[in-house]
């Protein structure tokens, strides 16, 4: 097994490297770029269509989407008004720095000033790729439980802003809310926490100003 | 790259062997065997729990659980009365077919008839390991949305029987169940499929008797 080892540590080194490359491309270009996990279900695909529907009319926005299969996710973007490209990773559980770069020479970056990769629908893998974005942003979701930080707690822990999503459910699922919240407090203490619907609406104003105050943050560097 | 894929070939060629001996085991103990996958939170341990509570009277069972991190399901399993064990995959995104041989070695086979292996939490990893179980169950859920078949169709493919679980949610949810049921039998024409609620017990009794059922069929073999 310590071939395995040897060649994953490979993996990692080229992945970062790359990833600080991506990061260059997209500091020169002065867009603010975000990393979306999340497992499969979460609302990931629902919270972009609604970040582009209430930004695209004054900012111009980029969305990279990857999947095992299919370009559902990226016609979505789309049809919200986003410029979109879909990466398929024919079956790789995560997107890596290599195919975010590799899909930049398709993309038009001229005028983007906001990018939005959304990730493969997984709780484990992701978390272990730097893509080379200023944050990595994940979206829980309230059917999937208030034990997920315990029981997943590499994903809670790199992350830099936390989305709950589908809080339009409380009243039909049993999730403690205490206890969630401990639990990603004890991996993340200082972690942004937004309470969210994607169906409703509610909370998302505050999401959008965060995300908008980043972009100019990032615009002026 | 060439490197990865050998030892993913080597890794995937030792799994299969121990997987072909866990069955060896299982088969000469007259235990039937099942190998439980879902994304985070779609309802793996709670249909667990609920299979145990019905069929634990009658039925001696054993539960072995694989997360990355704490004892949580295994010790859920363990109330509703079956003996468990967890296995911690430390941060490993599947269980394989070698972890579960090493969980055998803790585990007391006597009398048991029904061996449930519940899988770390993922729709994309889990799939690709064999574990020497009868049957894969995938546990879908109404809050995932309905397309999940689409975009992560090497679950759906690979999988003996599937239950959609969460169905008290479709009041409250957009969820399209012809376009989801076209996209699994799509993948996979004949799977039996059940659709049930862990909360409210609704078509519980079908998905009992067909899991008694089949531990009938592999105690006479």
Redesign the interface.
């Known amino acids: 097994m310590n071939?395995?080892i040897a060649?994953k540590e490979k993996?990692f080194d080229v992945n970062d490297r790359i990833a600080a490359e991506n990061r260059e491309i997209i500091n020169n270009a002065g867009i603010y770029a975000i990393n979306i996990m999340a497992?499969?279900?979460a609302g990931k695909t629902s919270l972009i269509e609604y970040m582009v529907g209430e930004l695209s009319s004054r900012r111009q926005i980029l969305v990279i989407d990857g999947?095992?299969?299919?370009s559902?996710?990226a016609d979505r973007a789309s049809a919200a008004g986003a410029q979109a490209y879909q990466i398929n990773t024919g079956?790789q559980?995560h997107l890596d720095a290599v195919m975010l770069r590799d899909a930049f020479k398709y993309v038009n970056f001229d005028k983007i000033e906001f990018l939005i990769v959304e990730n493969?629908?997984?709780?484990?893998?992701p978390i272990d790729f730097q893509l080379g974005t200023h944050h990595n942003i994940m979206v829980a979701?309230i059917?999937?439980?208030d034990?997920?930080p315990?029981?997943?707690?590499?994903s809670y822990q790199g992350i830099d802003a936390l989305v709950v999503n589908?809080i339009?459910?409380l009243p039909?699922?049993s999730f403690k809310m205490d206890y969630f919240l401990n639990g990603v407090r004890a991996l993340n203490p200082d972690v942004p926490i937004f309470h969210i619907s994607c169906k409703t609406g509610e909370g998302m104003d505050e999401w959008i100003k965060w995300i908008d105050k980043q972009i100019e943050i990032h615009k002026q560097n």
């Open positions: 071939t395995t060649v993996i497992s499969p279900g999947d095992l299969a299919t559902l996710d079956g559980c493969v629908g997984n709780l484990v893998c979701s059917p999937e439980g034990d997920k315990y029981k997943y707690p590499g589908k339009d459910l039909y699922i």
